[in-house]
């Protein structure tokens, strides 16, 4: 009984916190900012830093990524023709973005990583000794890699993830 209300109080606190998306933003870039300059200062924790850039990527890709993908609906769709498609037609049925990772559970799973690898930093058995240009490279080669074959993914199934640039219908106007 004691966890339901501990969290009831906190979703209460989460919701108090979902309108407001550019200070939650700017909050999570605080404290990436606050951990580089942590890391930097304690010229360690390496291996923390590279773990954290990688799930940080993994969940900006699920943040791009459709939540029914499209690749897999077109393999079923070959085997039985009532399975549901993107549009391929400006007369098909428009169906909307929906994220497999809502914005607000990036936010939210973005803030923990970031807090738990802050946490990390205080711990020395964390600080492996490692070469990090080589960390650095490896990431950005991933990171490349990840996202050409994303970008390809969303140029195939012509789905955009951002409303930023999309066309906005208006409604007809009201007769008075």
Not at 62 to 78: C, G, N, Q, T, V
Request: charged residues 20%; proline residues 7%; contains cysteine.
């Amino acid at each position: 009984l004691r966890s339901l209300v501990v969290s009831s109080g906190i979703n209460a606190e989460y919701g108090d916190v979902v309108p407001f998306m550019v200070p939650r933003w700017l909050f999570v870039c605080g404290i990436i900012f606050y951990f580089i300059y942590r890391i930097m200062s304690l010229q360690g924790w390496y291996i923390s830093c590279y773990a954290l850039a990688i799930f940080h990527l993994n969940l900006f890709i699920a943040f791009l990524s459709p939540k029914i993908d499209p690749s897999f609906e077109m393999s079923e769709s070959l085997d039985d023709d009532d399975g549901p498609s993107l549009p391929t037609n400006n007369n098909e049925e428009f169906r909307p973005f929906i994220r497999r990772l809502p914005e607000f559970k990036f936010w939210e799973q973005t803030v923990i990583s970031t807090l738990i690898a802050i946490i990390s930093t205080f711990f020395d058995c964390f600080n492996v000794p490692v070469f990090w240009p080589i960390l650095v490279m490896y990431f950005f080669i991933l990171f490349f890699l990840t996202m050409k074959r994303q970008i390809k993914h969303m140029i195939k199934y012509r789905y955009l993830p951002f409303t930023h640039g999309k066309t906005k219908y208006k409604g007809k106007p009201e007769v008075s």
